[in-house]
Each structure stands twice: as structure tokens, then as C-alpha cells.
């Protein structure tokens, strides 16, 4: 009986060891919520030649543009777009998701510069009414940075460059 027993307390050690051990992968970014199924990011005028568009992806990939203002292409046009695509935006918005509409400009802010475009990012999901961000991009306080590199990562992802005839970042 103690050969057998012996010969079976390593094969049981191995696998209490294995039961014990933890997953070690990297804690992952906020996401969104999964009920959003279409954000609309539009851009505002500014006084001068600032593009004016806006930008539709839904869950599935489907993306349009719809330039309006001082772009190459005016009217709405199809955008390249994938369901990667969208949770890609999506998760990078999801730290700046309001829980209701909110709009960021002048009074909110200390250090404004005037001028400035105005981004307005909608989230919209079939279970809830659609949330708006609007940000003025006129304003430069520190506390709001979050909410410009979120907006600007987004504007990075989405296929615009090429409808709006350049490179436009902020």
C-alpha cells in the first residue's frame, strides 16, 4: 500500500499546485458598456477653415462620414469599418462617457481660448436614451486632459483623414 501511495503524491501535488495558481494577465482598460450599438462623433465649426463632419460607426462595422464644412468630401459618404473598429472607439471613449448629456465649454473653464471647434461625441444604445459629450475644444484646463486625449485617440482611429482631405489632430 505505501508504494502505490507514494507513487501517486507527486502526480497530487502537481495538481493541487495548479489549482492554486492565479492568472497573471494584465488588468484591461475600462470598456463601455455593452449596450451602446452607435456612437456619432461630430466636429463643429471653428471661425476660419476648421472641417466641419461628423462620423457614424454602429456595432457592426457599418461607418459613415458626412462632411459638411471645408472637407474633401461633402455629403455623406461610407467609411471603412469594422465591429474591431467600433469597440476600439468605443472603448477608447468609455472613460469620458457621461452618465447623462453634459457640454464642456467656456463658463466651465479657467484657461479658454476662443475660436475653437467644438466636439460632440453621442453614444446611442437600444435599451437607453443616447448620451452626449460636447467638449470646446477652446478649453485648456489640465483637469479636462483626459477628455481631450480620449476625444483625440478616438478622432485617430476613425477613418477621416482621407474624407476630410488632411491631417487634422488637437
Not at 61 to 75: D, K, L, M, S, V
Request: with cysteine; aromatic share 6%.
Amino acid at each position: 500500500m505505501r508504494p502505490i501511495l507514494s507513487s501517486l503524491a507527486l502526480p497530487l501535488a502537481c495538481c493541487g499546485l495548479a489549482a492554486c495558481a492565479t492568472n497573471s494577465s494584465p488588468a484591461r482598460p475600462k470598456a463601455a458598456p455593452a449596450d451602446v450599438d452607435r456612437i456619432v462623433y461630430e466636429v463643429g465649426p471653428c471661425h476660419g477653415t476648421c472641417p466641419v463632419y461628423s462620423v457614424s460607426i454602429v456595432a457592426d462595422g457599418i461607418t459613415y462620414f458626412e462632411g459638411r464644412q471645408h472637407t474633401a468630401t461633402n455629403g455623406r459618404a461610407p467609411a471603412e469599418g469594422t465591429p474591431m473598429l467600433f469597440s476600439a472607439v468605443r472603448d477608447s471613449l468609455a472613460a469620458v462617457r457621461p452618465s447623462e448629456s453634459e457640454t464642456i465649454s467656456h463658463p466651465q473653464c479657467q484657461t479658454y481660448a476662443t475660436d475653437q471647434q467644438v466636439v460632440t461625441v453621442t453614444w446611442m444604445g437600444s435599451n437607453r436614451a443616447p448620451v452626449s459629450l460636447a467638449f470646446d475644444l477652446g478649453c485648456r484646463d489640465e483637469r479636462y486632459g483626459e477628455i481631450r486625449k480620449s476625444l483625440a485617440a478616438a478622432r485617430r482611429l476613425l477613418p477621416i483623414d482621407t474624407l476630410v482631405g488632411r491631417v487634422t489632430e488637437f
